[in-house]
């Protein structure tokens, strides 16, 4: 079997090397099977119009159906044809000879040919996507709704800084994975266009009906400009950046269950399954997937950064530089894929240690700012003023009566005992607990309003 494109223009043979350096069979894995359904929907399309006489095309659907039902055989990815589009037409050529098999590809090119399949493809990964971002939504609102009392520090800088609970900080994540959920349902919709029919760049002269083929692919519509159909590859770059955006998330989480399964912390313990242990440290425990996890949003990153890189210099309109911009996509997708569903289980099987949470709440004067906003609220000091005066407690290593009524005439020449402060009330305004119950409005912590964010974000999903 030889390379049929070759043999009109060019002449010699070629190189192992040389053939696998230009090939695209590896990432051509991905759209094999839709290349098939691509050609049913052009040979119907052909059909349709009169273009093909009815024996052809019912001799090249059958050969097409039992490609599809069979999987296309491994002649058709060597590398010597470079792609699967080419491999595909010439192993179609050789079983049914090139009366036939040498009519599908009238009217289309394989640069219309390769969008139309990339573009159903990744279709494909984003729904998928999706569907475990939704899941991992789910399990992230079930563990939360479990939490709304389960008081845990808040940290900015990674200091302790004010008390918050579990639940708020899971619904914190589930957040941002429903704005990462988002920019993959959005970027659907532009990739959701079909090219079939744009052929090399020019379109054709054969009277195809591209709403048809469009229609029979599932997508939404044709794409309108042939050029543009086939140079685009922003839909690339847009999924690519989404996946990113999303990995970015993923890794800042498994970043917090690192350290939340250090001895330091002890916030958490992950599930065994989650862990790895060492060749020589018999104790050791290693949070190694949340690691992995982390280190793939790099990757991801990654991906995006070559694809642009790749795309940016391009002239109107395909350039065989979009081949190499493809295995990047789907590196990308695919990473996600993999980590969506495994963050999933590593939470839901998380054991959280709700009692060192409690005991850390308190820790580094985290309810300094209530203390500051009583003092304000309850005795009528401009906030800036308590500020101060609480700092400079602070400074002295104690919040008691005595340390805060001598604060406040260092730092601010007033007396609190004067003002009515007592050791009850403050006492009352440093526990976590009250801290996190006064903090009710709309998107705050205290579990009504968290019991809010809750029921909001499972009408959501
Ligand atoms: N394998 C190529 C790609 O992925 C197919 C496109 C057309 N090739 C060509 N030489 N015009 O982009």
Known sequence: RTDQIRQGRLSGERSGDLEHF????????????????????????LSRQGIIEEAPA????????????HGLPKEAFDERFEDIHAGKEAYLIDRVGEDVGGRLHMGRSRNDEVATCVR???????????????????TLLSVAAAH????MPGFTHLQHAQPTTLAH?????????????????EAYARVDVSPLGSAAFASTGFPL?????????????????????????????????????????????????????????GFVQLDDAYCSSSSIMPQKKNPDVAEIMRAKAGSVAGELAAAVTIV???????????????PHLWRGVEAVRQSIPLLSGMIGSAAFNTGRMAAEAGRGFSTATELADVLVRDYGLPFRTAHRIVGRA????????????????????????????????????????????????????????????????????
């Open 22 to 45: 230009l090939a695209s069979m590896d990432a051509d894995r991905w759209i094999a099977e839709v290349d098939l359904l691509v050609d049913m929907a052009h040979l119907l399309g």
């Open 58 to 69: 019912r001799a090249l659907m059958a050969a097409l159906l039992d490609l599809h039902d």
């Open 120 to 138: 159903m493809r990744l279709k494909e990964e984003i729904i998928a996507l999706v569907r475990s971002l939704v899941d991992l939504r789910q």
């Open 148 to 151: 709304t009392k389960t008081v």
């Open 169 to 185: 900080y899971l619904l914190a994540y589930e957040q941002a994975f429903s704005r990462d959920t988002a920019r993959l349902r």
């Open 209 to 265: 009906d591209r709403n048809y083929t469009a229609a029979l692919l599932g997508f939404s519509r044709p794409a309108q400009n042939s050029m543009d159909a086939v140079a685009a590859r922003d839909f690339v770059i847009e999924v690519l950046a989404a996946a990113a955006a999303c990995m970015t998330t993923v890794s800042r989480l498994c970043e917090e269950l690192v350290l939340w399964s250090t001895a330091f912390v």
């Open 312 to 326: 940016k210099g391009l002239p109107m309109s395909y350039n065989r530089d979009l081949q190499e911009a493809t």
């Open 394 to 461: 602070v400074r002295h290593g104690s919040l008691d009566l005595a340390t805060l009524e001598g604060a406040a005439r260092e730092a601010a020449g007033l007396s609190v005992v004067g003002l009515g402060v007592t050791q009850e009330r403050i006492d009352a305004a440093l526990d976590p607990r009250h801290a996190v119950a006064v903090r009710s409005i709309v998107g705050g912590p205290a579990p009504a309003a968290v019991a809010v964010q809750l029921s909001e974000q499972n009408e959501l999903l």
